[in-house]
């Protein structure tokens, strides 16, 4: 199966921020990290490419909990006007872009 390029919008909040943040920034140099709202909170922009949403979202927060394991992530990988929604590895479903 080809590989799909994915975009990526996600916030990431982590109770060990100074653990979490050189893994945001190897996964997704290319893409933006960057402080969030809230103290231990992240929010990322990137575009990465996998077989499917739910394969880089668990590799993604796989990743991050190997370096603090209270991680949590909600993440829109948006790909071919569908977006989907995850919050930690459970799917919150799918929706169409509006194309206007």
């Known amino acids: 199966m080809a590989d799909t ?7 990431v909040s982590t109770d060990r921020p100074r653990a979490v943040r050189p893994v945001l920034e190897r996964l997704f140099g290319a893409g933006s990290v960057e402080p969030g709202d809230r103290a231990g909170e992240f929010r990322v922009e990137a575009v990465l490419k996998g077989a499917s949403a739910r394969e880089l979202n668990r ?7 190997r370096a603090e394991k209270r991680t949590r992530l ?3 990988w948006t790909s071919g006007g569908i977006t989907e929604k995850f919050f930690d590895y459970v799917s919150k479903g799918r929706r169409r872009i509006d194309p206007r």
């Open 5 to 11: 390029q994915y975009t990526l919008s996600a916030r």
């Open 59 to 65: 590799g993604v927060l796989t990743e991050l909990r």
């Open 74 to 76: 909600r993440a829109e």
